[in-house]
Every structure is written in C-alpha cells, then in structure tokens.
C-alpha cells in the first residue's frame, strides 16, 4: 500500500486533500502543528503527527516512524496581507520549514512531492487569462515565499532524483467536510456577516469590470483535492511540468457572488460598497489548460454548488 504524507493536513484545504487520498486508495500520514488547522479536520483512517516543519529533528523522526512514497506540501503561513508586517515568521513557515521537509526527503529517500503554490506568485498580472508562462511578480512575502518554495523543490530535483510539480491556488471554496475558517476569504467573511446578522461589505465598484467590482477565479476544494492525487498518481510514473495553474478560465465578480449567496441561502441583502483597497487588482482568472492536458483535470462544481455547499459547513461549524 502507497502512502503519502499530508503537510498541512487539518486545515481547510489539506484536510479534502487527505480524504481524496484516502478514497483513492493510498494511506495518509497527516503532519500539522494545528496552528491554524483543527484535529477534528482530520479525516478518518489518517494518521496525525503533531509538530512543526519548522523543527528538523521533528520532521525526521516522521520519515523514519513512517514508510513515505511521497509528500504533499500544503502546510505554511497564508495570509499574504500579514505575511507584510511579520516576513521573518512568514519566511520561517514557508521556507526554513520547506529545506527542513526537502532535506529529511532526502535522507529518507522520498522520490516524488506535490507543492501548494498560490496564485499571489503573479502579484497584479497585466493579462485577462493567467497561463503557466505569465511573469511572476509577487507583491508580498507571502507570495515570495511561496514563489522561492518553488525555486527550491526545482533546484533540489536539479542534483537528486526527485520527481515534483507546484499547483497554484487561486480562490478556493467550498466544501465537502471541513469549513473554510480563513479571516480574510470573501466567502467566509460573508457568512459570519449574515451569521451574525450584519450586511456584508464590496470593496470597491468602478473597477473597469462588467459590474464594477472585481473579478475572480473560483475553484471547488474538492476540485482542488482531484488535482493532487491526480498529480501524485502522474509522478509515481513519470514526470510533470514544473508548475499548474487550478484555473477555471472564467471569472466571477464579487458582485455576481453576492448575487448568488443571497439567492442560495435565503437571506436577501444589498452589500455595503466600501472604497476599494488598495493593491487589489480588478481581474485575476486563470487558464487550467496546462492541468487538462497532462492531469486529465477539470473543475466540476459550478457556482451554486461552492456557495451551498460552503454555506452548509460554516453552519454546522
């Protein structure tokens, strides 16, 4: 039996990542210092380490407990508009602890790694359509670290066997367990709104969009969880380009959002339009041509389906 091993495995994200692991068949060692991820999260049948990549001694004395076949990185510090003012505790998470996993590979000899990137690589892209090919120019450090995390799997494969891929995260949502408890994300930020009784807010509405407000990619979890193990699946015989965009290729206002969670959940409301923020960029969507070729990979959830299903697990939270 295969087993990979989940970094980041109790949060929102790496969590359906672990479940669709499991339901594919391959065993999982989750490793989370639960910071921002939850026990509970955890599925059923995963193993949980508990510490921090930060800690090498740690990190090592996981590979040699366990039989490895290969890694998903999901684990990190995330919040790119905090990640300004604390970038030595955002460099420590994302990449003292990335040559600590990378090094204990190593040692262990784990040839294959699946890498969480994120769409922040870009920073404010000049383009409608974001392809693999599009300059990166990150604007955090945030999206630095996870742009050198990159840098440094590629390098490692340079002098080493290891076989690797990054998939770039754009706006993920939804749910199929676990809910997303981010304090930044638009979807969460609006149901704690209508939660607690309260109108959700727009930033920004002259934008040079349809409607004003600004335009994004939006991806099911679920979605995102198929592209990892298809990923996995693909480096357990071969090899892969070096980075994938999880794009839909079609953008959705903020507005448009709203529009639906209103209808979806029942509780009528017109946003309060706040000034725009600044740094925000009117229009980020990506093409996942390059995920359709070689992980035979397509998002399958529609708009509803995210916004119901993300609705349903912030209540039962």
Same mark, same amino acid.
């Given at each position: 039996?295969?087993?990979?091993?989940?970094?980041?495995?109790?949060?929102?994200?790496?969590?359906?990542?672990?479940?669709?692991?499991?339901?594919?068949?391959?065993?999982?060692?989750?490793?989370?210092?639960?910071?921002?991820?939850?026990?509970?999260?955890?599925?059923?049948?995963?193993?949980?380490?508990?510490?921090?990549?930060?800690?090498?001694?740690?990190?090592?004395?996981?590979?040699?407990?366990?039989?490895?076949?290969?890694? #998903? %990185?999901?684990?990190?510090?995330?919040? =790119?508009? /905090?990640?300004?003012? !604390?970038? +030595?505790? $955002?460099?420590?998470?994302?990449?003292?602890?990335?040559?600590?996993?990378?090094?204990?590979?190593?040692?262990?000899?784990?040839?294959?790694?699946?890498?969480?990137?994120?769409?922040?690589?870009?920073?404010?892209?000049?383009?409608?359509?974001?392809?693999?090919?599009?300059?990166?120019?990150?604007?955090?450090?945030?999206?630095?670290?996870?742009?050198?995390?990159?840098?440094?799997?590629?390098?490692?494969?340079?002098?080493?066997?290891?076989?690797?891929?990054?998939?770039?995260?754009?706006?993920?949502?939804?749910?199929?367990?676990?809910?997303?408890?981010?304090?930044?994300?638009?979807?969460?930020?609006?149901?704690?709104?209508?939660?607690?009784?309260?109108?959700?807010?727009?930033?920004?509405?002259?934008?040079?969009?349809?409607?004003?407000?600004?335009?994004?990619?939006? #991806? %099911?979890?679920?979605?995102?969880?198929? =592209?990892? /193990?298809?990923?996995? !699946?693909? +480096?357990? $015989?071969?090899?892969?380009?070096?980075?994938?965009?999880?794009?839909?290729?079609?953008?959705?206002?903020?507005?448009?959002?709203?529009?639906?969670?209103?209808?979806?959940?029942?509780?009528?409301?017109?946003?309060?339009?706040?000034?725009?923020?600044?740094?925000?960029?009117?229009?980020?969507?990506?093409?996942?041509?390059?995920?359709?070729?070689?992980?035979?990979?397509?998002?399958?959830?529609?708009?509803?389906?995210?916004?119901?299903?993300?609705?349903?697990?912030?209540?039962?939270?």
């Amino acid at each position: 039996m295969t087993t990979w091993l989940v970094t980041g495995g109790a949060g929102y994200i790496g969590s359906h990542v672990a479940r669709h692991f499991l339901a594919a068949g391959i065993d999982v060692v989750v490793l989370d210092d639960l910071s921002s991820g939850d026990r509970s999260f955890v599925p059923p049948g995963a193993l949980l380490e508990e510490g921090t990549l930060v800690d090498a001694a740690f990190v090592e004395s996981v590979f040699a407990r366990h039989a490895i076949d290969g890694v #998903v %990185h999901l684990a990190g510090y995330k919040y =790119a508009g /905090v990640s300004v003012q !604390r970038p +030595l505790h $955002t460099y420590e998470q994302n990449v003292t602890a990335t040559v600590n996993l990378l090094r204990a590979m190593e040692a262990a000899a784990v040839p294959s790694i699946v890498f969480s990137s994120s769409a922040a690589v870009y920073g404010t892209p000049s383009v409608d359509l974001v392809d693999e090919s599009t300059a990166t120019n990150p604007q955090s450090p945030y999206g630095e670290t996870k742009l050198i995390g990159e840098w440094l799997i590629a390098d490692q494969a340079r002098t080493t066997t290891l076989r690797h891929t990054a998939l770039r995260y754009f706006n993920v949502v939804g749910s199929d367990g676990a809910p997303d408890t981010s304090p930044y994300n638009l979807f969460p930020l609006v149901f704690r709104a209508l939660n607690a009784g309260s109108v959700p807010k727009i930033f920004g509405d002259d934008y040079g969009t349809p409607d004003g407000t600004c335009v994004r990619d939006y #991806v %099911h979890v679920t979605d995102v969880a198929a =592209a990892h /193990v298809a990923a996995a !699946r693909a +480096l357990e $015989t071969g090899t892969l380009e070096p980075v994938y965009n999880l794009g839909s290729g079609t953008g959705l206002s903020v507005r448009q959002i709203m529009d639906e969670m209103a209808a979806v959940t029942g509780i009528p409301f017109e946003p309060v339009v706040e000034p725009a923020r600044a740094g925000d960029p009117a229009r980020i969507v990506a093409s996942g041509e390059l995920a359709a070729r070689d992980l035979g990979w397509n998002p399958q959830h529609s708009l509803t389906d995210m916004i119901s299903s993300a609705w349903a697990a912030s209540r039962s939270a």
